[in-house]
């Protein structure tokens, strides 16, 4: 079990699946370094990577989880959350779209809300100096197509996994700020008030703390 910097023990770790060992994932987006693209940074363009993994003729649905256990947090924080993705399916493309329902070949998937409160995925934004931070993508193979609502608390969607997991799996990357060469502001894809939206009072400096401060930069519970 990996050492987290939060309090709180990632999903994978606390869901037993019935059969595990039988799925794996891989991504490109992720080095033989184990280090995650830039591309798919909130530092840079804020892609969803794509993503691989084995098919399992017996599931119903998929569910893939994002966290970082390094966040100065009580629990890891959330980058992204998406269930119902068919069981037919073989993996995920590329930049998906940021919103609740995904239509068309991921046949009404459902993003839930990142740590932000936002539908979609969030990349790692690690702030600077705070070392390297790990990226969880934690795969469940589940018996069943699920009935949350893309607001459902990430506990609520661990009750369901704990019943209905068949297998599970995870891969992780690595995202260090210091190691990124960041592209001047205009040349991102969102502003950096877009990125503080809804962050509470964080400081000037707190590039991915996650968690809102009080003024002396102390972290408030949520």
């Known amino acids: 079990m990996a050492e987290n910097s939060s309090g709180e023990a990632l999903v994978i770790q606390r869901v037993h699946p019935r059969e595990p060992g039988r799925l794996t994932l891989t991504s490109e987006a992720i080095g033989l370094d184990e280090r995650i693209g830039d591309a798919y940074s909130a530092y840079h363009d804020d892609m969803s990577p794509p ?87 934690q795969l469940f193979a589940l018996d069943m197509r699920l009935t949350l609502p893309p607001g459902a608390p990430l506990e609520e969607l661990v009750q369901v996994l704990k019943a209905n997991a068949i297998a599970s799996c995870e891969l992780v990357g690595t995202y260090d700020a210091d190691a990124a060469s960041e592209r001047p502001t205009e040349e991102r894809s969102f502003s950096e008030a877009e990125l503080n939206a809804g962050r509470g009072g964080l400081d000037q400096d707190d590039v991915d703390r996650h968690a809102p401060h009080d003024p002396e930069g102390v972290v408030r519970p949520r």
């Not at 269930?83 to 329902?101: F, M, S, T, Y």
Request: with cysteine; proline share 13%.
């Open 51 to 137: 993503l691989i993994w084995t098919g399992m003729p017996d599931a119903e649905s998929y569910c893939l989880i994002l966290e970082d256990p390094d966040a100065p947090t009580e629990r890891p924080f959330l980058h992204w959350v998406i269930w119902n993705i068919p069981g037919k399916a073989e993996g995920l493309p590329v930049n998906l779209p940021k919103d609740a329902r995904l239509e068309g070949a991921l046949g009404g998937a459902v993003q839930g809300l990142n740590g932000r409160g936002r539908p979609g995925y969030m990349g790692p934004r690690p702030p600077a100096g705070d070392g390297s931070h790990r990226y969880h993508f």
